[in-house]
């Protein structure tokens, strides 16, 4: 167990016996599910999938699903992982995730944020410790609620707005549906570099990352 956080302290600096918390950003609601600003809502429904779990409303204003990820060697159910996402908007994720963390005694060093990027080209996959948020309000919300930067991020790229379109249109527009299967393979890929993560390290995961984009872009 790892040790309890001082209430409205610094969240961090515990033993790494916690669970992974894997948090998807999105919005809430029918009209934002499909939008490209939700990749990292639509990333953690393929994991609590494979989990074959459901969510559950908890009270710190999130919906979770608590699961064991993946095999470990020699067949072993893989770690426990906790998967959520927050009830509020984007730009205000920082608190529901804050009180979550304190609940269940998370590090923000056990601490995964799924999101989407403008600066990566659609589809490209990153791994991220610490570092700027790059203008991204949930990161932003996180951060500033935490206390610090230093939490993982898996940036899930979907390029820039085409023409004149205004980003916030760009980003809170529909997926078409042409582009639908595409992105499905995507969110597939983003839950295997989670099984990844949370069974082999984060290091570990985000140099075999690294090799594969290498070799894309070779």
Known sequence: ??????????????????????????????????????????????????????????????????ARLGILPGGAPGPKIILAKSDSYMNTSGGPIGRLMR??????????????????????????????????NGLKSISQVLGTKNYHRLRIGIGRPPGRMEVVDFVLSTIPSKERPEWEVTFEETADLVESIVTCGFAHTQQELHSKNASTRA
Not at 27 to 32: L, Q, R
Not at 52 to 60: A, F
Not at 110 to 132: A, N, Q, S, T, Y
């Open 103 to 136: 609940f269940f005694d998370v590090p923000a060093e056990r601490l995964l944020v799924i999101h989407d990027d403008l600066d990566l080209p659609p589809h490209e996959l990153r791994l991220k410790f610490g570092g700027g948020e790059g203008g991204h």
């Open 1 to 66: 167990m790892g040790h309890r956080l001082a209430q409205g302290g610094r969240i961090g600096s515990m033993i790494p016996t916690s669970p992974w918390l894997v948090v998807g950003l999105g919005n809430p609601g029918a009209e934002y599910a499909s939008t490209r600003h939700n990749v990292g809502h639509l990333s953690v429904d393929v994991l609590q999938r494979r989990c074959g779990e459901t969510w559950s409303g908890h009270r710190t204003g999130t919906h979770i699903v608590q």
